[in-house]
């Protein structure tokens, strides 16, 4: 089992649809959970984080958190075609070396016009 | 958030030579970190560095072929070295945050031939 698994993509929406990224992830001592957005050829970018189980939203996004099963989501209301891009997910866990970010492989997401 | 800047951004080089990849932030970060980022892959932690001690390396990276300096707390090279065309990735370095969130580089897009 991968340490975090990201639906599999590329996910496509129209413009103004709801976009639902989902992640799980393996490490139960994960305690804080980061979204990342990536554009093809530029470096992640940081959009939203989040700690307590529940709903935490700023703007567009939306991220759900539920540690009982291990799983967080983020959600894009009223996508635009400026959201097409990769978001990775990346809990906080702790390797043998220490606490690192966990990157899950990615889910492109495609806004259509 | 923090400032960071990488150099070089892009390179070709041939294999069998070395290159060392400079990381700078605009403020003084306690943990700075190395990833790569392998053609249509998701990230990939080598090392993490700190100030005043020995990097630490994850499992499958080794200091002999990635070696690392961390001379300052704004300031982290990475050294790329004997490189062949498996070397061809997109290097990035990034900093935590207290809260551990993690801001990156532009990256260095490496291509050895």
């Known amino acids: 089992q991968k340490e975090v698994e990201q639906n599999s993509g590329p996910l496509s929406v129209p413009e103004g649809a709801i976009a639902s990224l989902n992640c799980t992830y393996s490490?139960?001592?994960?305690?804080?959970f980061f979204w990342y957005r990536q554009y093809s050829g530029k470096s992640p970018e940081l959009i939203m984080f989040?700690?307590?189980?529940g709903d935490k939203e700023d703007g567009r996004f939306t991220a759900q958190l539920n540690k009982a099963s291990q799983y967080v989501s983020l959600l894009i209301r009223d996508s635009q075609p400026s959201d097409s891009a990769t978001y990775l997910c990346?809990?906080?866990?702790?390797?043998?070396?220490?606490?690192?970010?966990?990157f899950g492989q990615g889910t492109e997401l495609s806004v259509k016009p | 958030s923090a400032v960071i800047s990488q150099k070089p951004s892009r390179d070709i080089c041939q294999r069998g030579t070395s290159l060392t990849i400079q990381c700078q932030v605009d403020?003084?970060?306690?943990?700075m970190f190395w990833y790569r980022q392998q053609p249509g892959q998701s990230l990939t932690l080598i090392a993490t560095?700190?100030?005043?001690?020995?990097?630490?390396?994850e499992s499958g990276f080794v200091i002999d072929k990635f070696p690392i300096s961390r001379p300052n707390l704004t300031f982290s090279t990475l050294t790329v070295s004997n490189m062949s065309p498996e070397d061809s990735s997109i290097y990035l370095c990034?900093?935590?945050?207290?809260?551990?969130?993690?801001?990156f580089g532009p990256g260095t897009r490496l291509t050895v031939l």
């Open positions: 989040i700690y307590s189980n």
């Open positions: 990346a809990p906080y866990g702790w390797g043998n070396q220490g606490g690192k970010l966990i």
């Open positions: 560095a700190n100030q005043g001690s020995e990097a630490t390396y």
């Open positions: 490490d139960r001592g994960s305690q804080s």
């Open positions: 990034s900093v935590d945050r207290p809260y551990n969130e993690q801001f």
């Open positions: 403020s003084q970060v306690t943990m």
